[in-house]
């Protein structure tokens, strides 16, 4: 399983694609950091966290990690998921990793390890872009204003920014996972991605409706904004616990699924 | 291969018993399929296209799950993980590789990923077969459909394979690396490898397969040796003379000669044991003018009688 493991993270370091999907995630960040240095927005309108993004760095990675989970986590996530075996496939490759032989359970533990590690990876490369090129062009300012009701310190900020990075990881696992197992049923690596980011938005969608009432309490991505309570209150907001359990029924359901399904699959490919 | 001389010759090295696969209701592609490789044969797995031949090959490696009946490979039941079917090389449907890696890394993460150190695999004889010199540092994506089907001999020959299993190892492949890989397969069933080959090319499969598996729409037509199968090479002579009645009278009288056969053009004769030059001296002699003699392509005239018998029922 560790040589497996090694071979599988050699694969993946040594594949251009994987930093031109971590690249694009650090750009996004720096673009919008030069903009808003360039062209600072109007204090007393829009969005509250790019309102204030201007007056503290330390505020600038809460403003892309919102607007940057709704859409572009969930297509990079559900690239590297859908990825996991029907890239395999795809190539041809995947009958002769079987035939070594490496055992289907084995490689699909060793495949979801890679995911899991791209989707952590992913999200950090964004906060960890967005602190640094929001702070070099704000300052790494604690807040002491009246916009969110509570004084933070730079300490405080950095520790926010960090548990707000781990959850939007463990909500978006959802999406990788569902990647995940579309992953082992098609040949088609573009199908399964594909799959993970409608997953994705039509979750967002549905959560729009409010005529579906608490239906939606039980929808993969219901939680997914609930970490911006961290920057304006002293509490962690109670929406992340729920956040924090939804995601479990929804994760296992789907691994569980591609896993019963890659065992007993014809290998076409 | 010190692996393979403890093993008797005869001892069962790739079986299928009763091997069934049904895609759907409509598609059977193998029925009750069985048939035996032995230690040290080379067998050919011969059928047209849709005969069940590359399915069959993917149950003998644990790719496809049988419907019903048994693969076995090296006295293993067949299933996916088989840890036998490590000391099993294989080439299905093509060569395949991680695109973005090169050659040499390749063949290495594949080797690694079972567990075993690099030194262990026959990586300088693999790679001599191979043949593609520095090419091997190249990212795979960049080779020619030639060069990705050695490198995949190449991999199935890294662990010092006891059986390989090759469906259709030459196509796509020019006619010198044809002959490459008849000179490979030969080399290595004279190293006691057993080796299971897939092809619709009779001609391929005549000059480098001891024994036959004759495929048609999932089902055994037969299986033996080639010989046995198709008639001894030099059993068996065409040929086109100016007096048919004469010929005959003067085959008649020589030792040795079997039945004689009119055709449309010509004579076939049975010719057990006796020279082709004896029986054309013979001919001349009697006054028989001989246009043409030609050993029989039996082969062919067996795998199309056989399969064709099969689609007359």
Request: aromatic residues 8%; hydrophobic residues 35%.
């Given at each position: 399983m560790i040589a497996l493991l090694r071979t599988e993270c050699a694969k993946t370091v040594r594949r251009p694609r994987t930093y031109v999907a971590l690249g694009f995630v650090m750009a996004i960040p720096v673009v919008v950091a030069l903009a808003l240095w360039a062209n600072p927005p109007d204090?007393?309108?829009?969005d509250r966290f790019f309102r204030t993004a201007t007056q503290t760095g330390l505020l600038f990675p809460a403003a892309m990690l919102r607007i940057m989970s709704r859409l572009v986590l969930v297509v990079v996530i559900g690239l590297f998921a859908g990825d996991a075996i029907a890239g395999e496939a795809n190539t041809g490759n995947l009958r002769y990793m079987l035939v070594r032989p490496i055992g289907r359970g084995r490689l699909l533990a060793a495949k979801l390890l890679i995911t899991v590690a791209l989707l952590v990876i992913a999200t950090i490369t964004l906060t960890a872009t967005a602190t640094l090129a929001g702070g070099l062009a704000f300052g790494f300012e604690p807040i002491s204003f009246q916009v969110f009701f509570v004084d933070q310190s730079v300490g405080n900020l950095l520790g926010h920014i960090g548990m707000a990075t781990a959850y939007v990881s463990w909500t978006l696992a959802v999406v990788a996972a569902f990647g995940f197992m579309v992953s082992t049923m098609t040949d088609s690596p573009a199908a399964a991605a594909g799959a993970a980011v409608g997953l994705g938005v039509t979750c967002q969608i549905l959560n729009e409706i409010e005529s579906l009432g608490s239906i939606?309490?039980?929808?993969?991505?219901?939680?997914?904004?609930?970490?911006?309570g961290l920057f304006w209150s002293d509490r962690v907001p109670g929406d992340m616990y729920s956040g924090l359990v939804l995601p479990i029924p929804w994760i296992l359901a789907f691994l569980a699924v591609g896993w019963w399904w890659f065992r007993r699959k014809d290998v076409l490919a | 291969m010190p692996e393979t001389s403890t093993h008797p010759p005869g001892d069962p090295v790739i079986e299928a018993r009763a091997l069934t696969k049904r895609f759907?209701?409509?598609?059977?592609?193998?029925?009750e399929l069985s048939f035996v490789v032995e230690r040290g044969q080379v067998c050919g797995m011969l059928g047209?296209?849709?005969?069940g031949k590359t399915t069959t090959l993917r149950m003998l490696v644990g790719l496809i799950q049988p419907t019903s009946g048994d693969a076995r490979v090296l006295g293993g039941r067949v299933?996916?993980?088989?840890?036998?079917?490590?000391?099993v090389g294989t080439l299905i449907e093509g060569a395949a590789f991680?695109?973005?890696?090169r050659g040499l890394t390749n063949l290495r993460l594949w080797w690694e990923?079972?567990?075993?150190?690099?030194?262990?695999?026959a990586v300088d004889a693999a790679l001599a077969i191979a043949g593609l010199g520095d090419a091997?540092?190249?990212?795979?994506?960049?080779?020619?459909h030639g060069m990705r089907q050695r490198l995949g001999i190449a991999r199935a020959l890294l662990a010092r394979p006891e059986a390989l299993v090759l469906d259709?190892?030459?196509?796509?492949?020019d006619p010198q690396e044809i002959r490459e890989v008849r000179r490979l397969v030969s080399r290595l069933a004279g190293e006691g490898v057993t080796i299971l080959l897939s092809s619709h090319l009779l001609s391929e499969v005549e000059q480098t397969c001891t024994h036959l598996v004759v495929l048609d729409r999932g089902r055994l037509v037969s299986t033996g040796p080639t010989g046995a199968l198709i008639g001894e090479a030099d059993s068996s002579v065409y040929l086109e003379v100016d007096d048919r009645d004469a010929a005959e009278r003067v085959l008649a009288s020589i030792a040795g000669v079997g039945a004689v056969q009119r055709e449309v053009g010509g004579l076939t004769v049975d010719?057990?044991?006796?020279a082709r030059s004896e029986i054309v001296a013979a001919l001349v002699h009697g006054g028989v003018g001989v246009q043409t003699v030609t050993a029989r392509r039996r082969l062919e005239d067996a795998f199309l009688g056989l399969v064709g018998e099969e689609h007359a029922r």
């Open positions: 204090p007393g309108d829009g939606r309490d039980y929808l993969p991505l219901r939680y997914l904004d609930a970490w911006e | 759907s209701a409509s598609v059977l592609a193998v029925d047209p296209n849709g005969a299933r996916p993980g088989l840890p036998e079917l490590a000391r991680v695109p973005h890696l990923s079972g567990g075993s150190p690099w030194e262990d695999a091997v540092h190249r990212k795979v994506k960049t080779y020619s259709e190892p030459t196509t796509g492949l010719i057990d044991g006796v």
